[in-house]
């Protein structure tokens, strides 16, 4: 019963923000923000994301991760809710900042969630991934023909979506905050996201974080500046998501040849897909394969990150864990569609300047990376 009920909270609020995120950034366009302005607004909800996850690992320490769900449920459904009623500045800065603390809250909380039960890391994260991924998958279909025709009630019904899985949430079973355990006398302890395994999962993060920054900020206004109906784009968008649901099945399988391996293998096919298919978007097909491997990319990622975060510390300190990679994914949601805003002020064109920031983003997490602790399959 706690699996259905987990689950069916993870979905709606899947489904709810991936119509979200589809139908944000061309609301920001019907309101007549320039394009290179709305990487900006899509970047602040990086901002409280990042405050949010950086406080996370000392406030489990005290609060239950369903707490964390619940605030996630109420904050996403209050941010649709603002945006809906005004498109003005400020209700773009209030709605992208209330989403910033719902997906921190939640999917740290959620993560944390499900690995304190009693199936492995990989496996419950794997499950969680996948109905997240069929959850965004329902999203962007549903607010690609909704929007068509309203992109307010699209925003209302978001809202609803979250709102409606509070209930399921609050029959979760209320797992008892972390009790830390205080070092010996004379051990100096290491900031838990410099620790080998935490800092490899925390690179593989960030690089999970860039590709989902230009899925939520300049895929869909690339995708209708190039010439598509927003049908087509919200069918792209789910293609998207399907594929990063492919890449958490696969994970597992790409786990057997090493995290390192697996590290690099998700960063290539991620951030370099992703590359390709911002250059070759007026060819739906091509963009719709590269768009399909930068996803299973990411999927890799998304999935392997947080389980090795996990199981690279004691039970105890598993909050603190996901938390702090979660701060590096927070960081590239803010850094990548802000870099990508500011080069489309200098370059001729928003691909171009989304391809570069992609492979500059991917570069360093290739070569900046870490060993992972003996024993973990490297």
Same mark, same amino acid.
């Given at each position: 019963?706690?699996?259905?009920? =987990?689950? /069916?909270?993870?979905? &709606?609020?899947? #489904?709810?923000? !991936?119509?979200?995120? $589809? *139908?944000? @950034? +061309?609301? %920001?366009?019907?309101?007549?923000?320039?394009?290179?302005?709305?990487?900006?607004?899509?970047?602040?909800?990086?901002?409280?994301?990042?405050?949010?996850?950086?406080?996370?690992?000392?406030?489990?320490?005290?609060?239950?991760?369903?707490?964390?769900?619940?605030?996630?449920?109420?904050?996403?459904?209050?941010?649709?809710?603002?945006?809906?009623?005004?498109?003005?500045?400020?209700?773009?800065?209030?709605?992208?900042?209330?989403?910033?603390?719902?997906?921190?809250?939640?999917?740290?909380?959620?993560?944390?969630?499900?690995?304190?039960?009693?199936?492995? =890391?990989? /496996?419950?994260?794997? &499950?969680?991934? #996948?109905?997240? !991924?069929?959850?965004? $998958? *329902?999203? @962007? +279909?549903? %607010?690609?023909?909704?929007?068509?025709?309203?992109?307010?009630?699209?925003?209302?019904?978001?809202?609803?979506?979250?709102?409606?899985?509070?209930?399921?949430?609050?029959?979760?079973?209320?797992?008892?905050?972390?009790?830390?355990?205080?070092?010996?006398?004379?051990?100096?302890?290491?900031?838990?996201?410099?620790?080998?395994?935490?800092?490899?999962?925390?690179?593989?993060?960030?690089?999970?974080?860039?590709?989902?920054?230009?899925?939520?900020?300049?895929?869909?206004?690339?995708?209708?500046?190039?010439?598509?109906?927003?049908?087509?784009?919200?069918?792209?968008?789910?293609?998207?998501?399907?594929?990063?649901?492919?890449?958490?099945?696969?994970?597992?399988?790409?786990?057997?040849?090493?995290?390192?391996?697996?590290?690099?293998?998700?960063?290539?096919?991620?951030?370099?897909?992703?590359?390709?298919?911002?250059?070759?978007?007026?060819?739906?097909?091509?963009?719709?394969?590269?768009?399909?491997?930068?996803?299973?990319?990411?999927?890799?990622?998304?999935?392997?990150?947080?389980?090795?975060?996990?199981?690279?510390?004691?039970?105890?300190?598993?909050?603190?864990?996901?938390?702090?990679?979660?701060?590096?994914?927070?960081?590239?949601?803010?850094?990548?569609?802000?870099?990508?805003?500011?080069?489309?002020?200098?370059?001729?064109?928003?691909?171009?300047?989304?391809?570069?920031?992609?492979?500059?983003?991917?570069?360093?997490?290739?070569?900046?990376?870490?060993?992972?602790?003996?024993?973990?399959?490297?």
């Amino acid at each position: 019963m706690q699996d259905v009920l =987990a689950q /069916s909270t993870i979905f &709606l609020f899947s #489904v709810a923000l !991936g119509m979200a995120t $589809l *139908v944000i @950034p +061309l609301v %920001a366009t019907a309101a007549g923000y320039p394009l290179g302005a709305i990487g900006l607004l899509i970047g602040l909800s990086a901002i409280t994301q990042i405050i949010a996850r950086a406080g996370m690992g000392a406030l489990m320490d005290r609060f239950s991760t369903r707490t964390f769900i619940l605030l996630a449920l109420i904050l996403l459904a209050a941010s649709c809710g603002v945006l809906g009623v005004s498109d003005d500045l400020w209700a773009f800065v209030v709605s992208q900042l209330l989403q910033g603390a719902a997906r921190a809250y939640f999917f740290t909380g959620a993560q944390t969630h499900v690995v304190r039960s009693t199936r492995p =890391a990989v /496996s419950s994260l794997a &499950l969680m991934n #996948v109905t997240n !991924g069929i959850g965004l $998958l *329902v999203g @962007p +279909l549903l %607010a690609g023909f909704i929007g068509a025709s309203s992109l307010t009630l699209t925003l209302f019904i978001a809202g609803g979506m979250s709102a409606a899985a509070i209930p399921a949430c609050a029959c979760l079973v209320r797992y008892e905050p972390f009790t830390r355990t205080p070092s010996a006398p004379g051990v100096v302890s290491v900031a838990i996201w410099r620790r080998p395994g935490v800092l490899t999962a925390a690179w593989m993060s960030a690089a999970a974080g860039s590709w989902r920054g230009i899925m939520n900020s300049y895929l869909p206004l690339l995708l209708s500046e190039a010439g598509h109906a927003l049908p087509v784009v919200g069918a792209m968008t789910t293609l998207a998501n399907f594929a990063a649901l492919a890449g958490s099945v696969l994970a597992r399988g790409a786990r057997r040849a090493g995290m390192r391996r697996a590290s690099v293998l998700g960063t290539v096919l991620a951030l370099g897909g992703i590359a390709a298919m911002v250059l070759l978007l007026p060819n739906l097909v091509l963009a719709g394969a590269f768009l399909f491997i930068s996803g299973v990319g990411s999927g890799i990622l998304q999935t392997l990150g947080p389980a090795l975060a996990a199981e690279a510390v004691g039970p105890e300190e598993r909050g603190r864990s996901i938390a702090s990679i979660g701060t590096f994914r927070a960081f590239s949601l803010l850094v990548t569609p802000m870099s990508i805003g500011a080069l489309i002020f200098v370059l001729p064109s928003a691909a171009v300047a989304t391809a570069i920031v992609a492979i500059a983003v991917g570069i360093p997490v290739m070569v900046l990376r870490t060993r992972p602790p003996r024993g973990m399959n490297d």
